[in-house]
T-cell receptor, first 116, second 115 residues
């Protein structure tokens, strides 16, 4: 079954330190993987995606993510956190390929809190 | 370029009432999705559509119906609203394929309260 897991409800990090938000996935076919960010009372904004090619993908606002097929993971990273990065982050996966449902499934979200 | 537009933005319903949420996109996307967002639950897929005239069930379809009569519109209906359907509803759309344009674009959400 298609699923996405974000094991941490909240991640706390000091400003200037590196941050990692974890995501693992399960699909029957090939995955399209995405990260989105949501600020309070707003819709979701796209950050980055992995479709194919280089396992390290770079996105908006200095974020990057590494696709690891053997560990079925797609962790979000940033070398130096900013207070303004504090928000709710969602990982999502779309199951593609032969026989795939093409559903776009989201994780439960991880609240990132960056302390000054 | 409006992107994805949801109407209404806010609504209060009484238990048993019906309503329809409208999602419109102007990007010629094939795929459209309806989600609900509840605290601690993330975004859960209600129904989705991979093209005009087709719909499919998501993770939590019970109590909802959808229609995609036109490519640009995806309607979500609640026939008999229940307090458990109090939530924030998001619509999204995306292309079906293509390396550059597969991410989903979201509307601003509809906050629905059922009393």
């Amino acid at each position: 079954a298609q699923s996405v897991a974000q094991p941490e409800d909240q991640v706390n990090v000091a400003e200037g330190n590196p941050l990692t938000v974890k995501c693992t996935y399960s699909v029957s076919g090939n995955p399209y993987l995405f990260w989105y960010v949501q600020y309070p009372n707003r819709g979701l904004q796209f950050l980055l995606k992995y479709i194919t090619g280089d396992n390290l993908v770079k996105g908006s606002y200095g974020f990057e993510a590494e696709f690891n097929k053997s560990q079925t993971s797609f962790h979000l990273k940033k070398p130096s956190a900013l207070v303004s990065d504090s928000a709710l982050y969602f990982c999502a996966v779309r199951d593609v390929g032969g026989g795939a449902t093409n559903k776009l499934i989201f994780g439960t979200g991880t609240l990132l809190a960056v302390q000054p | 370029n409006a992107g994805v537009t949801q109407t209404p933005k806010f609504r209060v319903l009484k238990t048993g009432q019906s309503m329809t949420l409208l999602c419109a996109q102007d990007m010629n996307h094939e795929y459209m999705y309806w989600y609900r967002q509840d605290p601690g639950m993330g975004l859960r897929l209600i129904h989705y559509s991979v093209g005009e005239g087709t719909t499919a069930k998501g993770e939590v379809p019970d109590g909802y119906n959808v229609s995609r009569l036109k490519k640009q519109n995806f309607l979500l209906g609640l026939e008999s609203a229940a307090p458990s359907q109090t939530s924030v509803y998001f619509c999204a759309s995306s292309y079906s394929r293509g390396l550059m344009n597969t991410e989903a674009f979201f509307g601003q959400g509809t906050r629905l309260t059922v009393v």
